[in-house]
Nanobody, 117 residues
């Protein structure tokens, strides 16, 4: 069973930055894509950013230019650096990893990010 453990959430002021980390219990090369999603109260979970194991990144329009997703292969960790945070970025952020064989999708427990003054 794969475990994904997020860390790095917290309270940050508008305009601030933070970096979320997601540590996987096995090599991230075993997944074909990893990503970050978020869910705000009363809203559906939405994609924030994804990255393939070869390093190709994709971002939701609402974070383009403000976020960077990256891989640390040596530590089996995926990061999400977010800058110029806005109150509407407040949500629980979830790490996700997808594998092809067998087709599976794994989720972390979530990390709360609150942007408020």
């Amino acid at each position: 069973q794969v475990q994904l453990v997020e860390s790095g959430g917290g309270l940050v002021q508008p305009g601030g930055s933070l970096r979320l980390s997601c540590a996987a219990s096995r090599s991230i090369f075993s997944f074909f894509v990893l990503g970050w999603y978020r869910q705000a109260p009363g809203k559906e979970r939405e994609l924030v950013a994804t990255i393939t194991k070869t390093g190709v990144a994709n971002y939701a329009d609402f974070v383009k230019g403000r976020a960077t997703i990256s891989l640390d292969n040596a530590n089996n960790t995926v990061y999400l650096q977010m800058n110029n945070l806005k109150p509407e970025d407040t949500a629980v952020y979830y790490c996700n990893a997808k594998q092809l064989m067998p087709p599976s999708s794994y989720w972390g427990q979530g990390a709360q990010v609150t942007v408020s003054s």
